[in-house]
């Protein structure tokens, strides 16, 4: 079955500095998706993406954060100067077009800033 | 401001017994909505769905159900096994908006 991948599985950062993490979405899948999870709190939408530009971003998806799709393939979200705050599970997921498609979501980057 | 809301942060539950996962939401405008499943260090997997023009769909053991007028889901889960201990997660959507989850119940299903 088709899958979403996410590299690297777990990151350590110094605070202040620039992180990438990458996502492949599923090849036929038109919209993409970042959510994080802070441990113990509930998974939260960051932003999603369709037709190479941002569709819709939450209040956490400030001037720090900013995504890309660079190919065909990849999906990124930067965050330029990472804080302590930053640390989290990063989910990337994507969907096919349709109004009721499910979200398939990758296992995820474990982010901690030191 | 809680669109969407799961009252039990965790439930036990004895293996073959069934298993009542809730969720609540606010707004009317939701039409669809999903419950996904996460393992530790994993990512949420899709398990069952219903749209608003539904009240009931069933896959296997899973069985969720919606109460519009209540603005109340519910996922049922029998017989539970011990594979399902999980975080369980319920997500809702309108058309053209974006999901929004709730905070998730840890099920636990003890031998």
């Known amino acids: 079955e088709p899958e979403v991948t996410q590299t690297p599985s777990h990151q350590v950062t110094q605070m202040g500095q620039e992180v990438i993490l990458r996502c492949v979405p599923i090849s036929n899948h038109l919209y993409f998706y970042w959510y994080r999870q802070i441990l113990g709190q509930k998974v939260e939408f960051l932003v999603s993406f369709y037709n190479n530009e941002i569709s819709e971003k939450s209040e956490i998806f400030d001037d720090q954060f900013s995504v890309e799709r660079p190919d065909g393939s990849n999906f990124t979200l930067k965050i330029r100067s990472t804080k302590l705050e930053d640390s989290a599970m990063y989910f990337c997921a994507s969907r096919l077009q349709g109004t009721n498609e499910k979200l398939f979501f990758g296992s995820g980057t474990q982010l901690s800033v030191l | 401001d809680q669109q969407v809301k799961q009252n039990s942060p965790s439930l036990s539950v004895q293996e073959g017994r069934i298993s009542i996962l809730n969720c609540d939401y606010t707004?009317?405008?939701?039409?669809?909505f999903l419950w996904y499943k996460k393992y530790p260090a994993e990512g949420p997997t899709f398990l069952i769905s219903?749209?608003?023009?539904?009240d009931k769909n069933e896959d296997g053991r899973f069985t969720v159900f919606l109460n519009k007028s209540a603005k109340h889901l519910s996922l049922h889960i029998v017989p539970s096994q011990p594979g399902d201990s999980a975080v369980y997660f319920c997500?809702?959507?309108?058309?053209?908006?974006?999901?929004?989850f709730g905070p998730g119940t840890r099920l636990s299903v003890l031998p």
């Open positions: 997500a809702v959507k309108s058309y053209g908006q974006n999901f929004v």
């Open positions: 707004n009317s405008m939701f039409d669809y």
């Open positions: 219903i749209s608003s023009i539904k």
